[in-house]
């Protein structure tokens, strides 16, 4: 029996061995294929996963379940979010599963999935559940290889928003979540000076909680800027897809909130035109700054997270739009 409760609005997601166990991960597996089927979709698919310690059973779990319905795997191996994204619009490949707990406690676990280069949310996961439900499930021998993409992934992202100056002091804290596996190497790339904070991956986060978005768990990175003299101060979620923002000060958090919380660019809704997405995306990054390059307050509003669970209060959160690179140009266009 699958716990029904782990299929929630955006992600699927458990406390591993309790409610997500590598029996569901085998199921979603199974019926993964299905799904992407019934969009006319059929062909490799993408499969990442970030540090957490219940990550590599998960991830054999649902590799096996995706060969036994017949999909080939191109796996990714240990990476952040927005790396499995990209790797959506970078690799021969119809869809991706990024195995994350996200911002949760290291006893957490889920799956953020993709059709196309679209997520994969609301009545989708529900149809994904029901499929399992009712175990019809495609049969096949899928095939798996291994793709380090790493390094393209930065040649990449460098190219679009750097070269930065070596005079631009920034602090980075990556909370010893996924994106230590990325930054240390993004950010070398780029050539801003850079003070690291917990940039070992450990996915077990045994300096603070993996959420920038609460006020405790900025605390080093905010007294660190101030003690170096730095520009700004960024920190990564457990799987890199959020960041939270602190000025030169350390005492505002940019966007006027507790904390600003801003992600990076998530998969467009499925059958969405690319130009149309990035019209989206240009213009978010407009309007996110106003004449001197600094962020907008208006830029971040009072709300929930849509796919917080209902024991995770309200937050401050920047809406619901794509910014992808845009996301770091516009905090270090700020900060010069």
């Known amino acids: ?31 993964y294929p299905a799904i992407l089927a019934e969009h006319g979709l059929h062909g490799a698919v993408a499969v990442g996963r970030d540090n957490r310690p219940s990550g590599a059973a998960l991830r054999d779990a649902l590799v096996r379940g995706l060969t036994a319905s017949g999909a080939d795997v191109i796996d990714l191996g240990e990476v952040p979010t927005p790396l499995l994204y990209w ?77 930065l100056p070596a005079s631009l002091k920034v602090v980075i804290d990556c909370g010893n979540g996924a994106g230590a596996i990325v930054a240390p190497r993004l950010f070398q790339a780029l050539g801003a000076t850079v003070t690291w904070l917990y940039e070992t991956s450990d ?7 993996p959420d920038p978005t609460v006020e405790a768990n900025l605390v080093d990175l905010i007294r ?6 730095s520009a700004l101060g960024i920190g990564f979620d457990g799987d890199a897809d959020r960041i939270g923002l602190v000025d030169e000060t350390g005492d505002r958090r940019l966007g006027g909130s507790p904390a600003a919380a801003v992600r990076p660019r998530r998969p467009r809704p499925h059958g969405e035109g690319a130009s149309d997405h990035l019209r989206r995306e240009v213009l ?25 669970g209902q024991d995770e209060g309200p937050r401050r959160t920047a809406r619901r739009r794509d910014v992808g690179p845009h996301v770091l140009r516009r905090g270090i266009l700020w900060a010069r």
Not at 203 to 209: A, E, I, S, V
Not at 224 to 229: A, F, K, L, M, N
Request: net charge neutral; with cysteine; charged share 20%.
């Open 203 to 209: 996915g077990t986060f045994p300096n603070h909680h």
């Open 1 to 31: 029996m699958i716990a029904p409760g782990i299929f929630r609005q955006y992600d699927i997601r458990g406390i591993y061995g309790r409610d997500l166990t590598v029996e569901a991960a085998e199921a979603i597996g199974r019926a």
């Open 87 to 163: 790797s959506l619009h970078h690799l021969p490949v119809v869809g991706g599963i990024q195995i994350t707990g996200s911002h949760n406690p290291p006893e957490y676990n889920g799956f953020k999935c993709c059709v196309g280069t679209g997520s994969l949310h609301g009545e989708g996961i529900q149809r994904l559940r029901t499929l399992i439900e009712q175990a019809a499930f495609p049969v096949g021998a899928g095939t798996v290889r291994s793709a380090d993409v790493i390094g393209d992934y930065v040649t990449d992202i460098a190219a679009r928003i750097g070269p």
């Open 224 to 229: 660190t800027v101030r003690t170096t003299g």
């Open 284 to 308: 978010a990054d407009a309007r996110g700054r106003d004449r001197r390059g600094r962020w907008d307050p208006r830029d971040v509003e009072d709300g929930t997270l849509p796919h917080q």
